[in-house]
């Protein structure tokens, strides 16, 4: 498929999914699924690349997710540009893009849905503890987006996040585990720009004292990564002071805690792997940011 078909439908996208697997020349063709809310970068760019590289079929959804909000003024604000994202989604040979309106997705919405995807205590740490729902929302309409798109048998379906979101990936690699959902996860490395800023959509809200502002945060992470493969205490507590006192920038947590539990380690120095997670306000957005820890590896930016 050489042309990006557009589907505004549960009703049509199914059919094209369902047809498109029909006649792959694949005896078990590969569904690759994109979940986004649009306003793509380069980020985006790198997931819908190793859709590609991986599936024979490339699906694309395009939504603004209300439910993962708990700022009604974020959700008005967060950028939306669909005629510039299809021109990055079509030059990425995504086959089919769902961009569905919110009726569609949530039929009789803010009163709907009415039964939604609790992540339970795993969704209620960190950015969850801070925007509370916001995993719920999140979980609810992917597991509604995997419902969509999965293809019928024998055709196979897999799913790309950023692991910029660590601990939405993580939520998710539970949620397929927990509800037995037959979808892949796959994970690609975070896409950092020149200065080691983690590529973000709401980055372009970002004026130029507010960037600068915002370096401070891969600057703290990078520090934790040396210092961690370097077999010195972690010292947190001096990062999250830096960053306390850092002009523009409002830290909300800096922590590190285990990949798979997101239970916090205590501070010292590092005996086993862990992640490093950020959250920061920075001028008018908030941002998120990540990085492994690993004891006597080479530090990853």
Request: aromatic residues 6%; proline residues 7%; negative net charge.
């Amino acid at each position: 498929m050489s042309v990006t078909q557009v589907f505004h439908t549960v009703t049509a996208i199914r059919a094209a999914v369902t047809r498109a697997t029909q006649e792959s020349a694949r005896r078990q063709p590969v569904v690759g699924i994109v979940p986004t809310m649009g306003a793509l970068h380069s980020g985006h760019g790198a997931l819908l690349q190793a859709a590609r590289t991986s599936a024979d079929i490339v699906i694309a959804s395009v939504f603004v997710n209300p439910l993962q909000f708990d700022d009604p003024q974020d959700y008005q604000h967060y950028p939306r540009q669909f005629e510039k994202d299809l021109e990055l989604l079509t030059r990425h040979g995504v086959d089919f893009v769902f961009a569905p309106d919110l009726e569609q997705m949530y039929p009789g919405h803010p009163e709907a849905p009415l039964v939604r995807v609790s992540t339970g205590e795993l969704g209620q740490r960190w950015e969850g503890a801070s925007r509370p729902g916001h995993f719920d929302g999140v979980a609810t309409v992917v597991t509604k987006l995997f419902t969509i798109l999965h293809p019928p048998a024998p055709a196979v379906c897999e799913a790309w996040f950023g692991q910029k979101d660590a601990e939405q990936l993580a939520i998710m690699r539970r949620l397929v585990t927990d509800l037995n959902l037959p979808v892949r996860i796959r994970a690609l490395p975070i896409v950092r720009d020149e200065n080691g800023l983690a590529l973000s959509s709401r980055n372009m809200r970002l004026n130029d004292q507010d960037y600068d502002a915002a370096l401070s945060i891969p600057r703290a992470l990078v520090a934790l990564v040396e210092r961690a493969e370097s077999g010195q205490e972690l010292d947190l507590e001096e990062l999250r002071g830096h960053l306390r006192a850092a002009d523009g920038l409002d830290l909300d947590y800096l922590v590190v805690v285990d990949p798979t539990t997101l239970q916090e380690i205590e501070d010292g120095a590092l005996d086993k792997p862990a992640l490093a997670l950020i959250a920061a306000r920075v001028g008018p957005v908030r941002l998120i940011d990540t990085m492994d820890l690993r004891p006597g590896l080479s530090p990853s930016k």
